[in-house]
């Protein structure tokens, strides 16, 4: 268990066998299809009779497709969004459909798709046009609206042989100036005030031609801005009911296309599965990219578990005798694809091996290896009982009601680390920071820090030889047995040693171990130096490592105080609620505190429990042994967000 065994798998085929053996492939989701572009540009026997597949026809049609359907669901989200709870989209449960039905639906799918984009193309248009004659009407309605005392119609608004007329605006304060400049012109005008709004002056002005400029000069003393009406038939009285008439029709008719696109709401699932369709048709479009051909067949390579490749093979087989299928090991030093395999109980712990990275294919899975430590820092560093078994509960329920896989993982996790922590909040806390049900069983963490602090870091001491234990295995397991003994080994003497040292009793036989685990490191630790004084200095420096292996022991201490962080917040929500027992009313607000302290209590150290239980398996166990700069495998399969395809088997099987 742990990193699986991958084969690499060759298959080259006729043309015509393409497309059925890509959908057989997609639907076992085994086979992680690699790319031959850059091998093909390396190999040059192989570089001038073969070419990089393509299908650019069946890519566009899909693309196209696609971009209806996204529009589609797009306008109906932007009309009638789904109101979602925060756990709507990890609750809900996929349509499971098998591959014949999703086949014989797509063409339904496919019209009514098609139908839903020609109406709401439509209606998108029709709301633009709309909204830009909704403007335009306001606009104008804006522009007459402070006119509507003018008497006389638009089309007299306009110059005769002996009269002009203007219409502008002046501030209130200037418009006795005006009328006085005018006055003082001798100007043959006429000045009517038709409105007053916001400080501003609506005038109408009439003069002879002849006074023209006298009318110009005074005009100048003013901030007279002048006012150009659109020429419309009617007076503005009537073309502000046209308008207010014309809004009301964009109104209805806005409404009746609205209609429109709440008819199409009821096709929303049906669009969604056709998305889901498009998509898996897209990237077996695109896994074709990854191929190479030549006039009439085709080259597949790609990466499959070792263990699913007999099943695989005889399926693929069993499409045409003329397929040829190739097997084979990764050659040394090959960088393939890692996929993590372990027993059902370490399993949801991959999640939080995959939160630091993938290990190398030539590495350690550490998964197994840090499980038990994990969940026995978490409940360390939570330390309430109560507060883990609403854990349980929490998770337990989520287990029932979630599908999806990764947060089954994570509730598994924490349902673990629940039980860790009424097991050890019930040694040595209590329950919700309160001293029943017998507890604490063990010691009071709170009065005897000093003793859960030794036990922390006694586990620590454990978790850092634990990881040494697996480089040391793994070294062995390589044929590398005198590295292992050298590079492992003599450090356990060493350090064992010095543990010894802090005991009278075990002094004596510690002093004797240190000294020679050191005398050891000096003399082993530089022999890939060239000369012996290197090789000297080289394992001398090396005993300067015994200083990160206290301070990570040292890291250890975060258990404790995260477990005691958790209980005097705990402790504190409890006092203040105690407080409140007294009053005729205070139960209401204890009641309220105390579920609403202990809910933030038991998020914000559960929060930080999970990412300290990480980080010591990160910094303190990792560097042990552990070898990143893997890549995840990514078979070619089935990837949906709103149905399931349910794989089938073929009748050959």
């Excluded at 193309?121 to 335009?136: G, P, Q, Y």
Aim: glycine share 8%; net charge negative; with cysteine.
């Amino acid at each position: 268990m742990g990193i699986a065994k991958m084969s690499k798998v060759t298959l080259l085929a006729h043309q015509t066998d393409k497309k059925n053996i890509l959908e057989l492939l997609q639907q076992s989701g085994v086979l992680e299809i690699s790319d031959l572009t850059e091998q093909m540009a390396a190999e040059e026997a192989f570089a001038d009779f073969l070419e990089q597949d393509h299908e650019q026809e069946a890519m566009q049609a899909v693309e196209k497709s696609m971009a209806e359907v996204r529009f589609n669901l797009d306008f109906l989200n932007r009309y009638h969004r789904v109101n979602k709870g925060l756990l709507d989209d990890i609750l809900v449960e996929k349509e499971v459909l098998t591959l014949k039905t999703v086949q014989e639906k797509v063409p339904h799918w496919a019209a009514i798709s098609s139908n839903v984009y020609q109406t709401l193309k439509a209606v998108d248009e029709k709301l633009m046009s709309l909204r830009n004659e909704e403007t335009r009407l306001q606009n104008l309605q804006r522009q007459l609206q402070p006119w509507q005392q003018l008497t006389i119609t638009l089309p007299e608004i306009t110059n005769t042989k002996a009269v002009r007329l203007e219409l502008g605006t002046v501030p209130v304060t200037q418009l006795k100036l005006i009328e006085s400049q005018l006055a003082a012109a001798e100007a043959a005008c006429y000045l009517e005030e038709i409105d007053s709004q916001r400080g501003e002056a609506y005038i109408l002005l009439a003069y002879h031609h002849q006074h023209a400029e006298l009318v110009q000069n005074a005009l100048k003393q003013v901030n007279f801005n002048r006012q150009q009406l659109p020429q419309l038939p009617g007076t503005v009285v009537e073309n502000l009911r046209h308008i207010e008439q014309g809004l009301t029709t964009v109104t209805a008719e806005r409404k009746t296309a609205l209609a429109q696109i709440a008819e199409q709401v009821q096709h929303r699932q049906t669009l969604q599965y056709y998305l889901d369709y498009l998509t898996v048709q897209r990237e077996k479009n695109q896994a074709v990219d990854n191929l190479a051909r030549t006039d009439s067949t085709f080259v597949l390579q790609g990466w499959v578990p070792t263990a699913e490749v007999a099943q695989l093979q005889q399926r693929i087989l069993a499409l045409s005798e003329t397929i040829g299928l190739t097997v084979s090991e990764p050659e040394e030093g090959e960088n393939f694809p890692v996929k993590l395999e372990n027993k059902p109980f370490f399993a949801p712990f991959e999640f939080v091996t995959k939160l630091y990275g993938i290990p190398s294919p030539y590495g350690i899975d550490p998964t197994a290896s840090f499980t038990a430590f994990f969940i026995i820092f978490f409940g360390f560093c939570l330390t309430d009982a109560g507060y883990g078994l609403v854990l349980m509960l929490l998770a337990g329920i989520g287990l029932r009601k979630i599908k999806g896989e990764n947060m089954r993982k994570l509730l598994k996790i924490l349902f673990w680390g629940g039980l860790s922590t009424v097991v050890i909040g019930w040694l040595v806390g209590g329950w919700f920071s309160y001293q029943i049900i017998g507890a604490p069983l063990a010691f009071d963490a709170l009065a005897n820090p000093i003793l859960l602090l030794g036990i922390a870091l006694g586990i620590g001491v454990v978790h850092i030889f634990y990881g040494m234990g697996v480089k040391f295995v793994s070294l062995v397991r390589q044929g590398k047995t005198l590295d292992a003994l050298f590079d492992v080994g003599l450090w356990y003497v060493l350090l064992t040693g010095l543990g010894l040292l802090a005991l009278p009793s075990t002094a004596k036989i510690g002093k004797y171990m240190a000294l020679a685990g050191a005398i050891g490191l000096i003399l082993t630790q530089g022999r890939s130096q060239p000369t012996i004084l290197k090789k000297f200095f080289s394992g001398l420096v090396s005993l300067y490592d015994i200083t990160g292996y206290f301070s990570d022991i040292l890291s250890y201490s975060r258990l404790l105080a995260l477990g005691l962080a958790t209980g005097v917040v705990g402790l504190a929500i409890n006092t203040m609620a105690g407080l409140l027992v007294g009053s005729p009313i205070g139960w209401i607000p204890m009641v309220i505190l105390l579920i609403g302290g202990h809910t933030f209590n038991l998020a914000i150290n559960g929060l930080g429990s999970f990412i300290h239980s990480s980080r010591l398996q990160y910094i303190e166990f990792y560097n042990r042994f552990y070898e990143g700069g893997g890549r995840a495998f990514a078979p070619f399969r089935f990837n949906t967000r709103h149905m399931e395809i349910q794989q089938e088997t073929t009748q050959h099987e």
